[in-house]
């Protein structure tokens, strides 16, 4: 089993920056990817971005990209998401995710990540 913990969400103006941490615990070795998903209220939940663990090769949403940026920091098992010029359509609960393994035609939908965290609140403020 892995854990998940999410940090670092908030109320931010729009135009403004947040980043979200997620410390992985548990059997962390055998990690394939990590990621964010978002659910705002009323829609379903979607790919925000992800990383290959081990090559650190990343993959976003087309409207995250050039906004969002994933990293990792191995050592601390722990993924971030930097979330800058946002939005109030940016607004959501973000989840962190982890996947023991996958084919990478479906590493954007949900159902290929094993583990998710409680979630963090991202609120936009116009």
């Known amino acids: 089993q892995v854990q998940l913990v999410e940090s670092g969400g908030g109320l931010v103006q729009a135009g403004g920056s947040l980043r979200l941490s997620c410390a992985a615990s548990g059997r962390t070795a055998a990690t394939y990817a990590m990621g964010w998903f978002r659910q705002a209220p009323g829609k379903e939940r979607e790919f925000v971005a992800g990383l290959n663990w081990r090559g650190g090769g990343t993959y976003y949403a087309d409207s995250m990209e050039g906004r969002f940026t994933i990293s990792r920091d191995r050592a601390k098992n722990t993924v971030y998401l930097q979330m800058n010029s946002l939005k109030v359509e940016d607004t959501a609960v973000y989840y962190c995710?982890?996947?023991?393994?996958?084919?990478?035609?479906?590493?954007?939908?949900?159902?290929?990540?094993?583990?998710w965290g409680q979630g963090t609140q991202v609120t936009v403020s116009s």
């Open positions: 995710v982890a996947a023991k393994g996958f084919n990478d035609v479906v590493r954007m939908l949900s159902s290929a990540y094993d583990y």
